[in-house]
């Protein structure tokens, strides 16, 4: 037997996808030419909302090198809508088209398509068709919306409310009558524009021999693409072959089939050739889903001792002009993580979802839970100002214990395993907390705005078992071992970015044990991956990772029939240990999948009823999601002259169960944590109250920058989930949901000894001026 | 970048530059290309002719004459934020240099182009004023120099006419008590209030970049912004863009006799 082989998974590799990425060799959809490709530009409306009266495309036609202009006369009726996979009753769906019709609703809202030769053609095509727009009154403050004398975002649905939805269970009017304390606070989520650094783009190629149509494009979700893509072009699933090259970023901006998507498709069928379209940084802005945008009013009904009772919320969703894949789903999401990782057994959350002439709003990073997470975690801290408590305290006060899971919420949850007085520990002894709290007393003393802030927060990821997901929740795998002993895992997430070429080969190195230089992952082509649901809510390796080991348990049970076999034996004699097929108590007589597999191949000398070939498929289907947590804590300084804040401190302690490799997590929770520290400090969309986009490019639209980020501390509890044979609970957004409250706590404890409880993000520098020069002229 | 389309020129000395400039009526000088190419992207400039000045070598050196310094127009960010005789000689240069944009713009971006774009948010303006810098501009007459108070004539406009090219800009030599502060927009990078300040013996000069639409020298220490009126946008109200320059100035003054 060999000697005890090196263990991959724990290892903080540095991912296989690196070289090509960081060299500029890998492949996105514009490195991509196919023959005969022709290009697409969209004529996007420049007003919130007009009437079309009509467009001439006669000039934009007779330019030199220009195939076709169409409008949405010409394909509205050749395509199906843009699919919403969110079933709410009484929702009242725009069923937006691929192009605007009479009317455009949005400021991008595409009004006609170019294809031509080139480019630069097509780009010069748009300057040369004439749009009569007859300008309307346009809403883009939701609230504003639901007032009576409001326009109209589709004048035909009567009003502008989409849908209500009500999440309530528990007595909730008996914990507020018995509360000592009803805390009440009002907060706005502000609007966030993905913006990943790879805008959208795609190529459409159709087989009029065949029949059968190849899109390759920038998408999280190129199996879920093929589901739902039939029903918008009339090409049937079989037919349909869909690849998500190297993906430039998504962050949920990539969870969606957009109308270009299948606009282009639909072209590349009408004019016999393959077109292509990439999306410009503008279009990207105005016509890729945003984010949050919710207004919530939340009360919370307490006892003294800073026990919560009842939590209420009042939510004003912002959906913007029409659905997107999931946009009515993300408030709802927001509703199952209400109560945070605290015991309450009453809630009741009321969300409108509202109809604005806006981009329409989807999943972005963190998808609804950051919504929650920010709101719980931010009252928590106005609980313990209002009642004079230890923030800490409080929050100690409310945990489940450790004993007390699985655990039920009261918003019909079940979280999985947990411990989260031992994150908040952990984290406490990483930051020195005591003498970060004299810190802070030091410079208090000295005049300073030094404040400190915490979240403890829990969040939802594995997505999850099929009855809780439109399209099922499952994954699938498939590892086949070659006859060269070398080793090719498929999977069905598609990963573009989170480094599962690498972990899923860490799991595959370790079980199968075999050296990791002789696997590949294959991922995101459905000619490849037959069967999928891709990569969002932090799920590729919780449920992706298990399908796989699915996968390897049948193929050594298949070893053990066939190492039997040649070693004369009988399989259940048979053990497997590091790659090595041994008879019990007989190490030495031994095969390994080297000799393995070119037997089963070759199958000359193979038992009866046995098999050719080493291949395993499995579908996983999840028996829970899984609940991640962990306690960030942030300490900052403001300049009180420039409303400037500073990071003094930065520490997460992040529990996703076991760790596949540890600088993935780390770089996951990083990101995570810049994203926030926009979302916190300074991003935000910004569309005027005509709904015109003041925020659609980098000029005024402001990203995290390597120099706005901190020094990280990072450390992690290990608490292993039920649901799944990894353990894993995923941390794909644990840094974004976590990271957001802490910071914001942070600043508004710094600002808290001037008698400031809460300001809305973003926290601009001027944002904190004001509040300043409020509360000294309160104060005077 | 999808333009619209153009003719390109590329000539070969600053002559020829001219030369072509009084040509074409409807053409742009591309220096290093950080204000001029957004602008074509957009399509929000969209020239007929293109004249690329950035391979005329003899526009891009730092070099002491005298008690000036001279800097070729074409001269980039970052060999202003390097050089070892600004460093020693004049110090506010390479310290406003390291506040644009980021390294890629520094390495590419250069002081003239972003002095003749005149954006009333970018740096140079600032020290320029507060040095007092002479600009030499070349036209088919010859070269002309203007001071720098002469310069800025409005937002997005300076003395430079459609025929001209700024060829050099002229500094004159201080001590160590300069200083740059600048409140920066988030998104873009450019200053919402710079304040550059120059101690010349008992004389203090402030230059104001980002505040009003156009830079400006300060007459008053006390109140920055007495002559003008700021300007105010979703990056910062002009009652904050006011606050800034004058909590700015104080910094900088402060700064700057600190270096003394």
Redesign the interface.
Known sequence: MAAATKKYVGQPLKRVEDPRLIKGIATYIDDMTLPGMLHVAFLRSPYAHAKINSINTDAAKALPGVIGVFTGAEVNDKCGVVPCASQMPDLKNPNHKVLAGGRAYFVGHAVAVVVATD??VA??AL?LIEVDYEPLPAVSDPQKALEKNSPLTHPELGSNTAFTWTLANGDIDAAFKQADRVVHQCMIHQRLTPMAIEPRGCIASHHPGEGTMTLWTSTQIPHLIRTLLPGMIGVAENKLRIVAPEVGGGFGSKLNLYAEEALCCHLAMRLGAPVKWIE?R?ENAMSTIHGRDQIADYEIAVKKDGTLLGIKSRTIADLGSYLQLLTPAIPTLTGLMLGGCYKCKAVRMDVTGVYTNKMATDAYRGAGRPEATYAIERMMDVIADELGLDPIKVRQKNFPKPGEFPFNTPTGLTYDSGNYQGALKKAQQLVGWEKLLKQRDTARKAGKLFGIGISTYVEICALGPSKMMAAGGWEWGCVRIEMSAKVTVITGTTPHGQGQETSFAQIVADRLGVPIEDIVVMRGDTAVAHYGRDTYGSRATAVGGSAIVMCIDKLVAKGKILAAHLLRTKPNKIEFRDGNFFIKGSPKKSVTWKQLAPESYLAKNIPPNFEPGFEASSFFEPSNCTYPFGTHIVAVQIDR??G?VTFVKYTAVDDCGPQINPLLVEGQVQGGIAHSLGQVL?ERT?YDENAQL??G???????P?AKDIPEYLLGSTVTPSPSNPLGIKGVGEAGTIGATPAIANAVIDALSPLGIRHLDLPL???KI??AIQQAKGSQK | M?P??FDYFRPQNLDEAVKFLSQHEDAKVLAGGHSLI?AMK??LAQPGTVIDISRIGDLSYIREQGDKILIGAMTTHHDIESSALLKEKCPLLPEVAACIG?VQVRNKGTIGGSLVHADPAADWPAPILALDAELEIAGSNGRRAVSASEFFVDMMQTAVQPNEILSEIRIPKTAKSVAYVK?AQ???GFAIAGVAVVIFGNQTRIGVTGVAAKPFRASSVENICADVEPLND????AE?RA??AQ?NARRAVELARSRE
């Open positions: 480019r630069y780009r010069d300057d410009t503008r002259e420039t400037e300074f910004v003041i925020t490019e980098f000029m005024d639209y402001a990203m920058r601009l520098p001027e001026w004001k | 999808i619209s389309s957004p957009l399509r980021d409140s988030k998104a873009s979703i990056h910062a109200s904050f606050h800034l909590v």
